[in-house]
């Protein structure tokens, strides 16, 4: 799926894959084969990228996080040009049960791409922060032993048994505080450098998780209006792993909702824990090629 979603990108942002200089792939489920890299796979087919090419393994977060470090890479030499970013994710039995494994967020499948270039584009990053805090590292492995190899403890992933015995242990509180401090410190320091206010921004980029979750991460917290976010979009094409803030900026764009001039906050969050928040103005989205 990434790799389906590559191609387009790249002709989208009028790129050769032998102008890339850098191919990221964020992943959050298991990728099909053991100990293989799938970010050359994704290389693979786009004939002429002979890159360093790269997996990004920082759970729902990844997408954003392979964001950070295209952008740090490109700004490192300046005869860097244009890095690809690919998500690809699919929830299914036996590891993943997409209706039970994480109660309060329904899981999809899908790839995405996007191109982040040095020159021109169809909107301009203006900021880009991420915050962990490994306090909360334990919520998605509870009391369970590692194991030796995949699924070994466990056949099927139950994310809930998981909190809840890392709840049991540090509670609630402790793990709402430090998700509210976390989420709020990536926003608050993302339109900080990139010199706005909340007030400022006409769509916010969300995961697309459930609205239990959204409103208590998100809509609450930061005061969003729902109406002005990606959510009702996302409780249609459930959670993509990695790849939530790539596709929902597509679907902005390709639904016509984004004009030149207007400011997006995309915001993340990832076991880990990780959070990353990004402002984007609008330069004019590009037609499909």
Not at 11 to 37: F, I, K, N
Not at 122 to 132: G, W, Y
Not at 151 to 170: K, P
Request: aromatic share 8%; hydrophobic share 45%; glycine share 12%.
């Amino acid at each position: 799926m990434a790799a389906l979603a590559a191609a387009p990108a790249l002709r989208q942002a009028g790129c050769e894959p032998a102008d890339l200089d850098l191919v990221l792939h964020a992943t959050t489920s298991y990728q099909g084969h053991d100990m293989w890299p799938p970010a050359s796979y994704v290389q693979r087919t786009l004939a002429g990228s002979r890159c360093p090419a790269i997996e990004v393994r920082q759970m729902s977060n990844g997408g954003m996080a392979a964001l950070e470090l295209a952008a740090a890479y490109l700004v490192a030499a300046p005869a860097r040009r244009h890095a690809l970013i690919t998500t690809g994710d699919q929830f299914h039995l036996p590891a993943f049960d997409r209706w039970r494994s994480d109660p309060g967020t329904i899981c999809g499948d899908g790839g995405t791409a996007a191109v982040l270039s040095a020159g021109h584009g169809f909107a301009r990053l203006r900021s880009l922060v991420t915050v962990s805090d490994p306090g909360l590292e334990g919520m998605n492995r509870g009391r369970d032993p590692f194991g030796a190899a995949p699924f070994s403890v466990r056949e099927t992933i139950d994310l809930g048994v998981l909190r809840d015995a890392f709840m049991t242990d540090v509670g609630l509180d402790f793990i709402m505080d430090h998700m509210d401090a976390g989420q709020r410190d990536a926003a608050d320091r993302a339109l900080c450098e990139g010199d706005a206010k909340i007030s400022d921004i006409d769509w916010f980029i969300l995961p697309s998780l459930g609205a239990g979750r959204i409103k208590a991460l998100f809509l609450d917290p930061l005061g969003i209006d729902p109406e002005r976010t990606t959510w009702q979009w996302g409780r249609h094409v459930g959670h993509l792993g990695a790849g939530d803030q790539i596709a929902g900026l597509s679907y902005l764009g390709d639904a016509g909702h984004m004009t030149a001039g207007q400011r997006c906050l995309m915001l993340g969050v990832g076991a880990g824990f990780s959070w990353s928040a990004a402002v984007l103005d609008v330069l004019g989205w590009p037609a499909r090629p």
